[in-house]
């Protein structure tokens, strides 16, 4: 399994598909490793991506350099700045950017440090920010204190096993036996330090990029600088982790972007990964269309 050192982390990664596909950089949610993608990365890369999967910081098998500060608790800012040293080293310059959970707002900070036209020379082509926010809200806050309250006192298996109750839905405990029991040992194998987890989670309980994406807005300026037919924000119709209220309070946030949804709640990329994939691959597909329809024009 690769791995590449970036000044501060030595980052494990894996990519996926033939080196002439476009590029698809895929970001983990909070205490996710990179096998959170394997009912995607097969897909994608059938369909004509190259798919690059990486663990973040606090979680798998990336780990911190030996001389280098650890600066606990995590943000958004600092994951995105992680990405964005992988991203150089690899030098992939030009990619679709999704991410899930937290992933979507490691996405957005992103988007928001190092948007297209800017001095870093990157290019982001699209940008998908499923089942995430722009802002936690009262409920989500209270929820992330009472699991850091869990983690503490009892531990973060525990957590996890409480939250696949509320990601999963509940014909899918009733009818799919075996996937929930992969989900459990997946659960009971989880080896994530308690610092490391409540590192991330502060990432979930501080992201806020309300007044930024305002302040966008208001400028006419689009997230990443792309066009909001480049944006998309996908929900699960049932997820209440991440309630689709505020999904959509960030799909309203960005004017005129895609709005996509499937069934399923939180964990709807595995339980109904295929419609997952199926919207993830009509948003991506239908740029390249776009693409070439421009390019007849020209």
């Known amino acids: 399994m690769p791995f590449v050192a970036t000044s501060s982390l030595n980052v494990h990664y894996q990519i996926s598909g033939e080196e002439h596909f476009s590029w698809l950089v895929l970001i983990n949610g909070l205490a996710d490793d990179v096998s959170t993608w394997d009912p995607q990365v097969p897909a994608f890369v059938a369909a004509g991506y190259r798919v690059l999967t990486y663990d973040n910081r606090g979680i798998g098998q990336t780990t911190s350099l030996p001389d280098a500060k650890d600066p606990r608790p995590y943000t958004s800012e600092l994951?995105?700045?992680?990405?964005?040293?992988?991203?150089?080293?690899?030098?992939?310059?030009?990619?679709?950017?999704?991410?899930?959970?937290?992933?979507?707002?490691i996405a957005q900070s992103f988007a928001l440090a190092y948007p297209n036209d800017s001095t870093e020379g990157n290019e982001i082509l699209s940008l998908s920010l499923c089942c995430t926010y722009a802002a936690p809200s009262l409920f989500?806050?209270?929820?992330?204190?009472?699991?850091?309250?869990?983690?503490?006192?009892?531990?973060?298996?525990d957590v996890m096993k409480d939250v696949t109750l509320w990601a999963f839905t509940?014909?899918?405990?009733?009818?799919?036996?075996?996937?929930?029991?992969?989900?459990?040992?997946?659960?009971?194998?989880?080896?994530?330090?308690?610092?490391?987890?409540?590192?991330?989670?502060?990432?979930?309980?501080?992201f806020d990029s309300t007044a930024a994406l305002a302040k966008?807005?208001?400028?006419?300026?689009?997230?990443?600088?792309?066009?909001?037919?480049?944006?998309?924000?996908?929900?699960?119709?049932?997820?209440?982790?991440?309630?689709?209220?505020?999904?959509?309070?960030?799909?309203?946030?960005?004017?005129?972007?895609?709005?996509?949804?499937?069934?399923?709640?939180?964990?709807?990329?595995?339980e109904f990964s295929e419609e997952f994939n199926a919207g993830v691959l009509e948003f991506l597909n239908s740029l390249q269309y776009r693409q070439k329809i421009v390019a007849k024009q020209q």
């Open 79 to 105: 994951l995105a700045n992680d990405l964005h040293e992988l991203l150089n080293l690899l030098k992939i310059d030009k990619y679709h950017l999704l991410g899930i959970s937290m992933g979507g707002m």
């Open 140 to 157: 989500c806050s209270r929820m992330f204190a009472l699991w850091a309250d869990m983690a503490q006192r009892m531990s973060i298996r």
């Open 170 to 206: 509940v014909p899918f405990f009733l009818n799919r036996p075996a996937e929930v029991k992969e989900v459990d040992e997946a659960m009971d194998s989880l080896q994530m330090p308690l610092e490391e987890y409540l590192a991330q989670l502060n990432v979930i309980q501080t």
């Open 216 to 270: 966008l807005a208001a400028e006419g300026k689009g997230l990443a600088n792309l066009p909001p037919s480049k944006v998309m924000v996908l929900a699960g119709v049932e997820d209440i982790l991440i309630p689709v209220l505020l999904s959509s309070q960030l799909e309203r946030a960005i004017p005129d972007c895609r709005w996509w949804t499937t069934r399923g709640g939180h964990a709807c990329s595995l």
